[in-house]
């Protein structure tokens, strides 16, 4: 029988696939931005100029047609194709197929990357390389760089099951929401954080909650320190995921002493501000925005560069409740679609018409709480270590709202914009594991005794499984709507 780490992997990459295909390449939010910068690294790969001298992105002439797309019979817009789902995007890439590329040449685009690291973008830049040397047409490129995405998420999500103690069914059930099959079928650089993250929580619980006798060696610090190193500098915000190390304690090392822990975490600390000040220092700057200004990316209707006045750190230390009176209303404002949007409320480009049915969203959350509950082929962690769990998701989530309130939220608005519920799935899990205690076990073991060892002992040992089950059944069914609505939709 195959174990829950290769029944993940077959899983997930069977499954995102079909996702991709249902939601084709581009469709995803900001998934342009990513595949641009995906080509661009693969420009260099191909040790070819990147950019022309205007600053813009050279690629393919036969690519020209996914981002100035011609079956929007307007030769004045230029539409990136995915970006509305409708029956002809379907009959295009069937029209056109995968093979052959049908102009030579090189042309531009104007879509400008997102500044991360190039590590983000390293295996669908490959995908895009491979499909470049040998001659696949536009659509071929785009679905080969998606696939190495997935293919990446799929290792790594399987590692994690693999090696995390504790919580191999949450990671499991996670990665089964639509918004987490859709991204990790993507070219957004969402999909590699969340695959580091989730490789980063298991590591970490397995030398905090893992056997007694697994001590840390040179390797293990050589290992965060890469996580610190690839994870850091793409959405900097993710890097305090190491605050979990605190979990560990120090007889752990292979020779426990106070220093070499203090030793470890200096080292693993200078790792990340070094990564994040080398790649994404001006991102930093953006992020703490001090003056409070910022360019817009629209015009005014007069051609001129529209300036907006955000909330700034200045204001913040003048009134020191501020923020939390902000983040209090994001939530009252904001609450429900952050929980609808994480497990993927809406899919595509926020495409209202491409949803998961509300039941659905509470069948997905109710699973996962319990996932996160309830395990018991697992151990559970001691309470001081859930208390660490806890104090991590809080602090990642103040740091990730305030990060957006300074940076994107207009300084008349008072809750915060720019925020989307994919933004919680690397750390997910962590917070579900927050609700696992010994006595929902003991309790649990009790009501078993009372009703005997038989059938209620293998039903409460499989809920967890079943749940996972019944995950991959919702999620066929929201596919097959998703196709429905798009094959039902024509262009006039």
């Known amino acids: 029988m195959l174990k829950l780490h290769k029944i993940y992997f077959l899983t997930i990459l069977i499954m995102g696939m079909i996702f991709t295909a249902v939601l084709p390449p581009l469709s995803a939010p900001d998934e342009v931005l990513h595949f641009v910068g995906a080509y661009e690294l693969s420009n260099k790969l191909m040790l070819k100029p990147a950019r022309d001298t205007n600053g813009n992105v050279i690629i393919r002439k036969e690519d020209e047609y996914i981002v100035?797309?011609?079956?929007?019979?307007?030769?004045?817009?230029?539409?990136?194709?995915?970006?509305?789902?409708?029956a002809s995007v379907y009959k295009e890439i069937h029209d056109y197929g995968f093979f052959g590329v049908r102009e030579e040449g090189e042309s531009i685009t104007l879509q400008q990357p997102v500044?991360?690291?190039?590590?983000?973008?390293?295996?669908?830049?490959?995908?895009?390389?491979?499909?470049?040397?040998?001659?696949?047409?536009?659509?071929?490129?785009?679905?080969?760089?998606?696939?190495?995405?997935?293919?990446?998420f799929s290792v790594l999500g399987a590692l994690s099951v693999k090696r995390t103690p504790v919580g191999k069914k949450v990671f499991f059930a996670v990665s089964l929401f639509p918004m987490a099959l859709e991204i990790a079928g993507s070219y957004s650089y969402d999909s590699y954080i969340m695959a580091l993250s989730f490789y980063l929580t298991a590591v970490i619980l397995d030398h905090a909650v893992g056997s007694e006798n697994r001590m840390i060696t040179i390797r293990d610090i050589v290992e965060m320190g890469l996580l610190a190193v690839l994870l850091s500098p793409c959405k900097m915000i993710y890097s305090t995921l190491f605050a979990l190390c605190l979990m560990i304690p120090?007889?752990?090392?292979?020779?426990?002493?106070?220093?070499?822990?203090?030793?470890?975490?200096?080292?693993?600390?200078?790792?990340?501000?070094?990564?994040?000040?080398?790649?994404?220092?001006?991102?930093?700057?953006?992020?703490?925005?001090a003056s409070g200004v910022t360019q817009a990316p629209e015009l005014t209707s007069s051609g001129e560069v529209n300036t907006v006045k955000l909330h700034d750190l200045s204001e913040l230390l003048r009134d020191k409740t501020l923020v939390f009176r902000i983040i209090r209303n994001t939530f009252q404002i904001l609450?429900?679609?952050?929980?609808?949007?994480?497990?993927?409320?809406?899919?595509?480009?926020?495409?209202?018409?491409?949803?998961?049915?509300?039941?659905?969203?509470?069948?997905?959350?109710?699973?996962?709480?319990?996932?996160?509950?309830?395990?018991?082929?697992?151990?559970?962690?001691?309470i001081w270590k859930r208390i660490i769990m806890a104090g991590t998701v809080i602090l990642l989530t103040f740091i990730l709202l305030t990060?957006?309130?300074?940076?994107?939220?207009?300084?008349?608005?008072?809750?915060?914009?720019?925020?989307?519920?994919?933004?919680?799935?690397?750390?997910?899990?962590?917070?579900?594991?927050?609700?696992?205690a010994k006595w929902i076990?003991?309790?649990?073991?009790?009501?078993?005794?009372?009703?005997?060892?038989?059938?209620?002992?293998?039903?409460?040992?499989?809920?967890?499984?079943?749940?996972l089950i019944l995950e991959i059944v919702m999620d066929g069914i929201i596919l097959a709507g998703c196709y429905q609505t798009v094959v039902s939709r024509m262009i006039y």
């Not at 309130?405 to 927050?434: E, N």
Request: aromatic fraction near 14%.
């Open 68 to 86: 100035n797309w011609p079956g929007d019979n307007d030769w004045n817009k230029a539409t990136v194709i995915g970006q509305t789902l409708d």
């Open 250 to 289: 120090i007889k752990k090392w292979k020779k426990p002493s106070f220093a070499r822990w203090g030793m470890t975490v200096l080292l693993i600390g200078a790792l990340i501000i070094g990564s994040i000040v080398l790649v994404n220092l001006r991102e930093v700057l953006r992020y703490i925005n």
């Open 403 to 436: 990060s957006m309130l300074l940076s994107y939220t207009p300084a008349d608005t008072f809750y915060i914009l720019g925020v989307q519920g994919r933004y919680f799935l690397p750390y997910l899990p962590v917070l579900l594991l927050c609700f696992r």
């Open 441 to 467: 076990k003991g309790l649990i073991e009790k009501l078993n005794a009372i009703s005997g060892k038989g059938l209620s002992q293998n039903l409460t040992a499989s809920i967890p499984k079943l749940f």
């Open 115 to 152: 500044a991360t690291t190039p590590l983000a973008y390293l295996m669908p830049a490959l995908g895009i390389t491979l499909a470049r040397f040998v001659n696949l047409s536009a659509f071929g490129l785009l679905f080969l760089g998606r696939f190495m995405n997935l293919l990446l």
């Open 335 to 382: 609450g429900t679609q952050y929980l609808g949007t994480t497990v993927g409320m809406w899919l595509g480009a926020f495409d209202r018409g491409l949803a998961t049915p509300v039941p659905f969203l509470f069948v997905f959350w109710i699973g996962a709480i319990i996932t996160g509950a309830y395990d018991p082929e697992e151990p559970v962690p001691e």
